[in-house]
């Protein structure tokens, strides 16, 4: 076997060495993620969706959307409440319309205008993560030359970062 040819097998050892603890990587920080999500999805403070009523209301077009800056009334537990909130939409919105907002039940004035889904955010990446994690792992695993690239940027910043 030449000097390339060990030089070529090397590169591709560390290559596909790197997939596999960037792939450890990826499942570990994928893992957070998925229980940062589901702690989300059942905190306490997850918002439930009640009908409030359009007050006053005064909007702008930007663009193609109105921005509309309302003051909104709405019951949770037998206690009515007025908040202020920002809303968006292709049309306007009127006084006396009714709209489904989002309360925290435990802070009736926590209100928002779209539901809180960050937690399915977190489980996502946690999912896209460990895909790309795998994805790598695969193509180093299945071409050799992929690998032996992977191998050199390593050795490149392991050199790189001596100096």
């Given at each position: 076997m030449s000097i390339t040819e060990t030089i070529y097998e090397d590169a591709a050892a560390i290559g596909r060495f790197r997939a596999w603890?960037?792939?450890?990587?990826?499942?570990?920080?994928?893992?957070?993620?998925?229980?940062?999500?589901?702690?989300k999805l059942f905190s306490g403070k997850t918002k439930q969706s009640v009908s409030g009523t359009i007050k006053t209301v005064s909007c702008t077009l930007t663009n193609t959307m109105y921005e509309c800056n309302a003051m909104i009334t709405y019951m949770v537990n037998g206690n009515g409440y007025n908040t202020n909130v920002v809303l968006t939409s292709k049309t306007p919105y009127t006084p006396g319309q009714t709209l489904t907002i989002y309360v925290n039940p435990s802070d009736p004035n926590d209100v928002s205008a779209i539901p809180d889904i960050s937690g399915w955010y977190f489980i996502m990446g946690a999912f896209f993560i460990i895909l790309i994690g795998y994805a790598i792992l695969w193509v180093s695993q299945k071409y050799k030359f992929f690998a032996a690239a992977e191998g050199v940027g390593t050795a490149g910043s392991v050199i790189r970062n001596m100096w």
């Open positions: 603890i960037g792939l450890i990587a990826a499942c570990v920080i994928g893992f957070i993620l998925f229980i940062a999500g589901i702690a």
